[in-house]
């Protein structure tokens, strides 16, 4: 009995070491970056209406938006039913939809949920570093120079090395900001609006929770498996030094975002709107 529980307690352990420091500040992150998102697009609809927000950057953003849900459905076994990327009709608000359907008896189909539900935060991040790392030219590099690898850190000290990970990537991008460079400025609009369509509606998070929670039990069902047999669980220093670089770039497109409110209440101030 005393070995049984050594081993859920090992497995718990590893599950909660892997877990907290990926997830944990990508979540909190996620969820500003969806109350920001959420305020920016309720100024710009007072400021420029529907249409002023769609031929703005709204355009951009359900593209990218949708996209991040539908790229992910084929990767893990959905059907996409129907799909719409992006319409500049002002008869409704649902610029872009993505519909489909799944085995929900099938754990892959159900894991699948998860990364469908957050595509948008996925694919967005990717294509920020993308504008960031080629168009703008910031030295977005992981620094492998922390010493992530340590097997024997614990979740608080992974999550401080996390943070030291940010740190460097500020300084990296701060060092290399031109003013005089038009390519900023153009990066800046695109940030601003493929920030802006990182959202999550309430399905999107009640269908996310519920692909997470299966994740989380075959992840702790893998590490039990590896415990049981007194081996090591994976080493996830590679895993969390892109997590830390994915974190700043929801950082900056929350910053963005922000960056957006204050320019458009400005103007709604001089123009009394």
Same mark, same amino acid.
Do not use: C
């Given at each position: 009995?005393?070995? &049984? &529980? #050594?081993v859920f307690q090992q497995a718990a352990a590893a599950t909660m070491v892997q877990a907290l420091p990926l997830g944990g500040p990508l &979540? $909190? %992150?996620g969820w500003l970056i969806h109350l920001s998102s959420g305020l920016l697009e309720r100024e710009s609809l007072r400021m420029f209406g529907l249409r002023g927000y769609l031929y703005l950057f709204g355009? $951009? =953003?359900t593209l990218v938006h949708e996209l991040g849900h539908a790229v992910f459905c084929p990767l893990f076994g959905h059907r996409i039913d129907e799909i719409r990327l992006f319409s500049l009709s002002t008869r409704n608000r649902s610029a872009g939809y993505v519909?489909?359907?799944y085995n929900d008896r099938n754990p892959y189909h159900l894991v699948g949920n998860f990364f469908i539900s957050v595509g948008p935060l996925l694919l967005g991040t990717a294509l920020i570093y993308l504008v960031l790392r080629y168009l703008a030219g910031f030295p977005l590099h992981i620094d492998y120079a922390l010493p992530l690898a340590d097997q024997s850190a614990g979740t608080l000290h992974r999550m401080w090395l996390f943070f030291l990970s940010f740190k460097s990537l500020a300084i990296s991008v701060v #060092?290399? *900001?031109d003013l005089t460079d038009y390519r900023l400025y153009l990066a800046a609009y695109l940030v601003l609006s493929i920030g802006s369509s990182m959202t999550l509606s309430p399905q999107d998070i009640s269908s996310g929770l519920k692909g997470l929670a299966t994740l989380l039990s %075959?992840?702790?069902l893998f590490n039990l498996g590896l /415990? /049981? *047999?007194d081996r090591p669980s994976p080493n996830i220093a590679p895993v969390l030094s892109w997590a830390a670089v994915a974190g700043f770039l929801m950082l900056l497109s929350l910053a963005a975002c922000w960056v =957006? $409110? &204050?320019i458009i209440r400005t103007l709604r101030a001089l123009i009394r709107r």
């Open positions: 009995m005393t070995e &049984l &529980l #050594r &979540l $909190i %992150l355009w $951009i =953003g519909y489909h359907s #060092r290399n *900001i %075959l992840v702790f /415990a /049981a *047999i =957006g $409110i &204050l």
